[in-house]
Antibody, heavy 118, light 108 residues
């Protein structure tokens, strides 16, 4: 059974940093690209960042480019999102998602809440 | 960036009736289109991929159709657990897989 378990969210002041983690199990982690998707309170879904299975290829939404860094540790089946220079508009539930072979996002974590507020 | 537009924003349907949700892409995404269901307090879950292929465990009352820029999700004979928010997503252009703004399916 595929499981994605996020952690690391919390309350942070504007300008601060947080590091999200996503522990994956139930599939061969290194074979699949992974992404982070966020959902602001009461809003829709927004793609944030993606990383290839090897970790060599990373991509970011314009709204987070230069502030967020995606990475992965395939030896520990873990995905990360380092978030720096956080803004109020980054407040959201952050989902770790597995990219399917040709099926969009086939598995989602339960989400990790990030709140940016003074 | 490919913009996905869903309609209507809210759809009110009675249990047992059929619901038809629409999704339009700003440019062709061939058949690389997925639908997700999100119930309150839960993460989204994959319903349909490849425009018309049901994900594992999804009942046959959910069906998808379309290609290019126009897509439809049909839910026949609505059950109480089907009332949720539905999102379409294009995955034709890695890695910027964009979502529609969602359609809220509510009980009439």
């Amino acid at each position: 059974e595929v499981q994605l378990l996020e952690s690391g969210g919390g309350l942070v002041q504007p300008g601060g940093s947080l590091r999200l983690s996503c522990a994956a199990s139930g599939f061969t982690f290194s074979n699949f690209a992974m992404s982070w998707v966020r959902q602001a309170p009461g809003k829709g879904l927004e793609w944030v960042s993606a990383i290839s299975g090897s970790g060599d290829d990373t991509n970011y939404a314009d709204s987070v480019k230069g502030r967020f860094t995606i990475s992965r540790d395939n030896s520990k089946n873990t995905l990360f999102l380092q978030m720096n220079s956080l803004r109020a508009e980054d407040t959201a539930l952050y989902y770790c998602v597995k990219v399917g072979g040709n099926s969009g996002y086939d598995y989602w974590g339960q989400g990790s809440l990030v709140t940016v507020s003074s | 960036e490919i913009v996905m537009t869903q309609s209507p924003a809210t759809l009110s349907v009675s249990p047992g009736e059929r619901a038809t949700l629409s999704c339009r892409a700003s440019q062709s995404v061939t058949r690389n289109l997925a639908w997700y269901q999100q119930k309150p307090g839960q993460a989204p879950s994959l319903l349909i991929y490849g425009a018309s292929t049901r994900a594992t465990g999804i009942p046959a009352r959910f069906s998808g159709s379309g290609s290019g820029t126009e897509f439809t999700l049909t839910i026949s004979s609505l059950q109480s657990g089907d009332f949720a928010v539905y999102y379409c997503q294009q995955y034709n252009h890695w890695p910027r897989y964009t979502f529609g703004q969602g359609t809220k399916l509510e009980i009439k």
